[in-house]
């Protein structure tokens, strides 16, 4: 049987629903997802980016290629399209064997929410995000202080004060486009979960480095404000989430990490 999964979204997105995605492999899985993420997806056949594909534009001027490459999966479970009619107006004229599923969770933990969607297609199911990096740990902290919106993240200040607390060097984390003066930045996803796969600790905010943080086995503490942690924290027993982050100080991180 060959299977097509597309999963569009960001690193986090990706991360909680990648025990949905490894719970539908069959004979041949190829997966077509965010180009950023290509990297993370260990477990497919093949990968490709959603965009280089031209899926964008299947209901608007479709070409014969990418049509006889649909038409060659007897199945596709698509994330993407959910929320738009005319694209799944044209994937039932064309007779594509699309399955769509919603792509935002509803009234449980995310990565709940994408396994039961799988438990329609498979019975292999895991509850668990994980990615196998090579192993061995250093003595070493990685506090990566930012998140998609500014009011989801910890104040610097208390993160500088946390650094000069730890009992063991700080590595700061860093994306492309987040300033941050002597940062670590790794572009591929899979050379940054191998590092952070290294680190005795991580501290984080709701984003999705502390989802790759806590997939690779890192111990892990999130910091939540807004976004309900019942929904969207790190999955994993090595996890410590501290909600209502504005009341959160310094010593209250370091409990956290001496639990861990």
């Given at each position: 049987m060959r299977r097509l999964l597309i999963r569009p979204?960001?690193?986090?997105?990706?991360?909680?629903?990648?025990?949905?995605?490894?719970s539908l492999k069959v004979d041949y899985l190829e997966v077509w997802a965010?180009?950023?993420n290509l990297p993370l997806i260990r477990f497919a056949d093949r990968v490709q980016s959603i965009i280089s594909t031209g899926l964008d534009m299947l209901e608007i001027e479709?070409?014969?290629?990418?049509?006889?490459?649909?038409?060659?999966?007897?199945?596709?479970?698509?994330?993407?399209g959910a929320g738009r009619p005319e694209f799944r107006d044209a994937v039932a004229a064309l007779g594509l064997p699309f399955g769509f599923f919603p792509a935002l969770p509803v009234g449980?933990?995310?990565?709940?929410?994408?396994?039961?969607q799988a438990l329609a297609r498979s019975n292999k199911l895991k509850l668990v995000p994980h990615i196998a990096c090579p192993e061995g740990t250093e003595e070493f902290a990685v506090i990566h202080p930012f998140a998609s919106k500014v009011e989801k993240r910890w104040p610097m200040e208390r993160f500088r004060a946390l650094a000069q607390q730890l009992p063991m060097p700080v590595r700061w984390c860093a994306g492309p486009e987040e300033a941050l003066d002597g940062a670590v930045r790794i572009a591929d996803l899979y050379e940054l979960a191998c590092w952070l796969a290294r680190a005795r600790v991580y501290i984080g905010n709701d984003s999705g480095i502390s989802h790759l943080a806590a997939a690779v086995g890192?111990?892990?503490?999130?910091?939540?404000?807004?976004?309900?942690p019942a929904v969207w924290a790190p999955r994993g027993s090595r996890v410590r989430v501290l909600e209502q982050m504005d009341s959160v100080e310094p010593a209250d991180v370091l409990r956290a990490i001496e639990g861990l």
């Open positions: 979204g960001a690193i986090g997105d990706l991360i909680v629903s990648l025990p949905a995605l490894e965010a180009e950023q479709p070409s014969r290629g990418l049509i006889g490459r649909l038409r060659g999966f007897d199945s596709i479970v698509s994330w993407y449980c933990h995310a990565v709940d929410f994408f396994v039961e890192t111990p892990v503490v999130a910091l939540f404000g807004p976004t309900d």
